[in-house]
T-cell receptor, first 116, second 117 residues
């Protein structure tokens, strides 16, 4: 069974704080992803990583950074949290299918972040 | 442009009946993957089923089946024998290979399914 875990289910932070969201997967997946999910806007890709120390910007990287020091761990960092970063954050890791090279993404339980 | 459309914001079904959730997609790429995910109120996005664009047969996983009609660009999810625990938000998604060689997953807006006893 694929297991993706996130460090917190709920988090409350103040404006200007530095926030770390941690994600760990135990399936030796190469690729990992961070999304945010907001009502009416769906899931939006923030950053992804296809290898250790590698990262690529997604659709909405502004205000965020990421770190991938180990293959199993992918961290999302809010350098200075703002109220518009209140959201549900979902981490995923993916398995590449050898028959067609498509990937199946497996998600963690999500972190609901409230920035006051 | 790649796009996923789910036209049903909400659906109701009686327990033990079957239900079909609609999904249409738009892409010009010949190779793509189609996925369905379930998101209960707890928030976790649970992978249900996958269909590759070159697959000849419709995918099935237990009570879930994917009705893949390539010419119509539709990938409807069929849930047979609905259970109360099936009440959730359901997302259709499509993956394409990035120009850089990495897959991007594009999600639809979702359909909220309510199963009534």
């Amino acid at each position: 069974d694929v297991k993706v875990t996130q460090s917190s289910r709920y988090l409350v932070k103040r404006t200007g704080e530095k926030v770390f969201l941690e994600c760990v997967q135990d399936m030796d997946h190469e690729n990992m992803f961070w999304y945010r999910q907001d009502p009416g806007l769906g899931l939006r890709l923030i950053y992804f990583s296809y290898d250790v120390k590698m990262k690529e910007k997604g659709d909405i990287p502004e205000g965020y950074s990421v770190s991938r020091e180990k293959k199993e761990r992918f961290s999302l960092i809010l350098e200075s949290a703002s109220t518009n970063q209140t959201s549900m954050y979902l981490c995923a890791s993916s398995l590449i299918r050898l028959d067609d090279y498509q990937e199946t993404q497996y998600f963690g339980p999500g972190t609901r972040l409230l920035v006051l | 442009a790649q796009k996923i459309t789910q036209t049903q914001p909400g659906m109701f079904v009686q327990e033990k009946e079957a239900v079909t959730l609609d999904c249409t997609y738009d892409t010009s790429d010949p190779s793509y993957g189609l996925f369905w995910y379930k998101q209960p109120s707890s928030g976790e996005m649970i992978f249900l089923i996958y269909q590759g664009s070159y697959d000849q047969q419709n995918a099935t996983e237990g009570r879930y089946s994917l009705n893949f009609q390539k010419a119509r660009k539709s990938a409807n999810l069929v849930i047979s024998a609905s259970q109360l625990g099936d009440s959730a938000m359901y997302f259709c998604a499509m993956s394409n290979v990035f120009s850089g060689g990495y897959n991007k997953l594009i999600f639809g807006a979702g359909t909220r399914l309510a199963v009534h006893p």
